[in-house]
Nanobody
Framework: QVQLVESGGGLVQAGGSLRLSCAASGVPFSRKTMGWFRQAPGKEREFVAAITYSGGSTYYTDSVKGRFTISRDNAKNTVYLQMNSLKPEDTAVYYC????????????????????WGQGTQVTVSS
């Protein structure tokens, strides 16, 4: 079955950095767009970033552009989210997910097109 396991979260001061990882199994990883989402307490889950199957294209929500970088290693079935210059408003549980559409569909920021969510990893940024 499909399994996504996120890691790398933690507590960091504002301005600090974290690198999240998401290891995937049971899915044709190298042919799937992957996404990162986050959910803060009392808020809806929101799109953060996505990367196409080849890694050739990426897309970010405006609030993280220039600070976060999504990347992938298809040989390791792993997608990463490098988070720099973290702000308290980045505090949330971060999830990775698999785009269920064909690989040629491009990037979507709609939660509805993503299946197979991981359990999430907590990121807390203190001021």
């Amino acid at each position: 079955q499909v399994q996504l396991v996120e890691s790398g979260g933690g507590l960091v001061q504002a301005g600090g950095s974290l690198r999240l990882s998401c290891a995937a199994s049971g899915v044709p990883f190298s042919r799937k767009t992957m996404g990162w989402f986050r959910q803060a307490p009392g808020k809806e889950r929101e799109f953060v970033a996505a990367i196409t199957y080849s890694g050739g294209s990426t897309y970010y929500t405006d609030s993280v552009k220039g600070r976060f970088t999504i990347s992938r290693d298809n040989a390791k079935n792993t997608v990463y989210l490098q988070m720099n210059s973290l702000k308290p408003e980045d505090t949330a549980v971060y999830y990775c997910a698999v785009d269920r559409r064909p690989y040629y569909s491009g990037i979507s920021y709609y939660t509805e097109v993503y299946d197979y969510w991981g359990q999430g990893t907590q990121v807390t940024v203190s001021s």
